[in-house]
């Protein structure tokens, strides 16, 4: 809830304040209750087996429990009750939301309809301890960021995962754990959605071994970019990006590249365009890892070393894929290289089909688990 403007020094509070408080917030505690009762099923229509069944039915969803109902109306139909309570004839504060909070994504009413049904799987697969963790990103026009924000909230809440979700006017960038169900539905409700579904696909999304006990909490908000290098979008677009190279491709190059580079004769630079942490535990053979602490010293990396890009073929790659859009972007925004090329689906993708390949050692990621294995190399412990 947005604070109260305090009065003026010097001058009284209106007389009324407190009272048409008082009002506005027993009108919501109404309007909230009878939203609740008109989403009740009749007795008569419940499932017997198990006690009562759902009690409750709305967006498609069943709810057992009162806890469960009054979160779902809290989060999605803070608007729906904001206009019962008005109509009554009471104001109600319009910044404020149906639990009382207010984050960097608004809680807009109309994501409801773009929840999944779970009604079909149950309470246990869908909260399951094992599961996956996915990684994902899309770069694409978004012209509402706030409303996407609120509806990946809703959703991330609605399936009970956990990670981080990073909205922006350029896209999305994910990373979440959950159960195997609740990773599925997510998948579909993203390809799904207006925004992603002619530019995403199934093999966009990067899985790994995992569950919401991955991550401690879950945070979902809007930001500048969707990956932090500290330039604005609009100055280095993902549209001025580098050839992908599929991971069979890249493989290929990098095969050539390491017989060639053993001659002394190569043209070729295999850059690894992560932190200095990251490419500590596990790297391609041969690479040039920058000793940079966070990607947005990549722009500064580069500006130091033009002399060593100048006239080379660039091969780079992250962990996922979405570093290399924005970086190689950048670097060829400097017109010194030959050519720039960037692995798509990043060394996640690269070690599905390639888990003895020329990657070497661990995988690191951003969760609580700090590292994958994909072989059985050590190239560093952590320190």
């Known amino acids: 809830m947005v604070p109260l403007e305090a009065p003026a020094a010097g001058?009284?509070?209106?007389?009324?304040?407190?009272?048409?408080?008082?009002?506005?917030?027993?009108?919501?505690?109404?309007?909230?209750?009878?939203?609740?009762?008109?989403?009740?099923?009749?007795?008569?229509?419940?499932?017997?087996?198990?006690?009562?069944?759902?009690?409750?039915?709305?967006?498609?969803?069943?709810?057992?429990?009162?806890?469960?109902?009054?979160?779902?109306?809290?989060?999605?139909?803070?608007?729906?009750?904001?206009?019962?309570?008005?109509?009554?004839?009471?104001?109600?504060?319009?910044?404020?939301?149906?639990?009382?909070?207010?984050?960097?994504?608004?809680?807009?009413?109309?994501v409801a309809w773009a929840l999944p049904d779970t009604s079909r799987v149950g309470h246990d697969d869908l909260t399951s301890k094992v599961g996956e963790v996915l990684l994902y990103y899309c770069y694409c026009e978004v012209k509402d960021p706030e409303e996407l924000c609120?509806?990946?909230?809703?959703?991330?809440?609605?399936?009970?995962?956990?990670?981080?979700?990073?909205?922006?006017?350029?896209?999305?960038?994910?990373?979440?754990?959950?159960?195997?169900?609740?990773?599925?539905?997510?998948?579909?409700?993203?390809?799904?959605?207006?925004?992603?579904?002619?530019?995403l696909c199934q093999e966009d999304f990067k899985s790994s071994a995992g569950g919401a006990h991955c991550f401690t909490d879950l945070r979902v908000g809007v930001f500048k970019e969707i990956v932090p290098m500290g330039i604005d979008p609009k100055i280095v677009s993902y549209k001025e990006t580098g050839i992908h190279l599929s991971p069979q491709e890249f493989h290929k190059e990098v095969e050539h590249y390491l017989s060639q580079a053993s001659l002394g004769q190569s043209d070729t630079i295999?850059?690894?365009?992560?932190?200095?942490?990251?490419?500590?535990?596990?790297?391609?053979?041969?690479?040039?890892?920058?000793?940079?602490?966070?990607f947005s010293y990549f722009p500064s990396y580069v500006d130091e070393n033009l002399k060593l890009f100048k006239d080379k073929r660039v091969l780079m790659y992250c962990t996922g894929g979405i570093r290399c859009e924005r970086g190689s972007a950048y670097l060829r925004s400097k017109a010194v290289c030959r050519e720039v090329y960037q692995l798509k689906g990043g060394i996640h993708k690269y070690l599905e089909e390639f888990p003895d390949g020329f990657y070497r050692g661990k995988l690191f990621v951003f969760d609580d688990r700090y590292a994958i294995c994909s072989n059985e190399d050590i190239i560093s412990e952590f320190q």
């Not at 690894?272 to 790297?283: A, L, Q, V």
């Open 11 to 110: 001058s009284a509070a209106p007389p009324d304040g407190a009272a048409a408080r008082k009002q506005r917030a027993l009108a919501r505690r109404k309007a909230f209750s009878l939203f609740v009762k008109a989403k009740e099923v009749p007795v008569a229509a419940r499932c017997a087996a198990g006690g009562e069944g759902v009690r409750w039915r709305c967006c498609r969803q069943g709810f057992e429990e009162l806890s469960g109902i009054h979160r779902h109306v809290a989060l999605q139909h803070g608007g729906d009750v904001g206009q019962r309570a008005a109509a009554e004839g009471s104001p109600v504060d319009p910044a404020g939301s149906a639990d009382g909070t207010q984050g960097r994504c608004r809680g807009a009413p109309e």
């Open 270 to 294: 295999l850059l690894d365009c992560r932190n200095f942490y990251e490419s500590k535990i596990g790297h391609f053979q041969g690479c040039l890892a920058p000793d940079i602490r966070k």
């Open 150 to 199: 609120a509806w990946q909230k809703a959703l991330c809440q609605h399936l009970h995962l956990t990670g981080k979700v990073r909205v922006a006017s350029e896209g999305i960038n994910g990373t979440v754990g959950g159960s195997k169900a609740a990773t599925n539905l997510y998948i579909e409700a993203v390809l799904s959605h207006p925004l992603f579904k002619d530019i």
